[in-house]
């Protein structure tokens, strides 16, 4: 079975400094990779996901991630954080054949400070 | 485009009352539909998923079922909750077929007091 781990439970960013959230998969082939956020009190909205191809996604809000098969990673990364930025974010992964369920990380929640 | 929507919102409910939420999705067919509870630091626990009417696969054994009567709308019940059933619920949905992007709803909170 397939696992998700976000080793950071908190993050503190400055506003206008970059912003990198990781995300290690165990999987024993390329899967599905999602990244979503959810600010407080409401539902998760998708930023961007992999499926194949180029290993650098783009997402909304300005978001990118990196697939790296090697270390088994999918980290998020944003150049210059903005206040509004401020809220849990969670990766997910399914094994990219058949059907499968998301298995979800436990969240990183990032807070940007002035 | 497909629109998700969940109510209550919030709900606050006496220990060994029953319970429904529900669950409705617009704008697309045949649906696969989650749902989800959060609970305050542990992340997004799958509860129940469903590939079609009246196809409802449990992910925890728990005091809670899920139900399918139509197409596009998703219940989750109990008979009698319990405190532990406090959480933030989320329904979600994915194109029919494999495994695809799940997109969410508002939730709702519940409370049991």
């Known amino acids: 079975a397939q696992s998700v781990t976000q080793p950071d439970i908190h993050i503190t960013v400055s506003e206008g400094a970059s912003l990198e959230l990781r995300c290690n998969y165990s999987?024993?082939?390329?899967?599905?990779l999602f990244w979503y956020v959810q600010s407080p009190g409401q539902g998760l909205q998708l930023l961007l996901k992999?499926?194949?191809?180029?290993?650098l996604v783009q997402g909304i809000k300005g978001f990118e991630a990196e697939f790296k098969r090697s270390q088994s990673s999918f980290n998020l990364r944003k150049p210059s954080v903005h206040w509004s930025d401020a809220a849990e974010y969670f990766c997910?992964?399914?094994?990219?054949?058949?059907?499968?369920?998301?298995?979800f990380g436990k969240g990183t929640m990032l807070l940007v400070s002035p | 485009s497909q629109t998700i929507h969940q109510w209550p919102a919030t709900l606050v409910q006496p220990v060994g009352s029953p319970l429904s939420l529900e669950c409705t999705v617009e704008?697309?067919?045949?649906?696969?539909l989650y749902w989800y509870r959060q609970a305050a630091g542990r992340g997004l626990q799958l509860l129940f998923y469903?590939?079609?009417?009246?196809?409802i696969s449990s992910e925890v054994p728990q005091n809670l079922s899920a139900s399918r009567p139509q197409d596009r709308q998703f219940i989750l019940s109990s008979k009698k909750l319990l405190l532990s059933d406090s959480g933030f619920y989320l329904c979600?949905?994915?194109?029919?077929?494999?495994?695809?992007?799940?997109?969410f709803g508002p939730g709702t909170r519940l409370t049991v007091l």
């Open positions: 469903s590939v079609g009417i009246g196809q």
């Open positions: 704008g697309t067919s045949n649906p696969n």
């Open positions: 979600a949905w994915s194109h029919p077929g494999g495994t695809d992007t799940q997109y």
């Open positions: 997910a992964v399914a094994p990219n054949s058949g059907y499968s369920t998301l298995t």
């Open positions: 999987y024993g082939a390329t899967p599905y």
């Open positions: 992999y499926f194949s191809g180029d290993t």
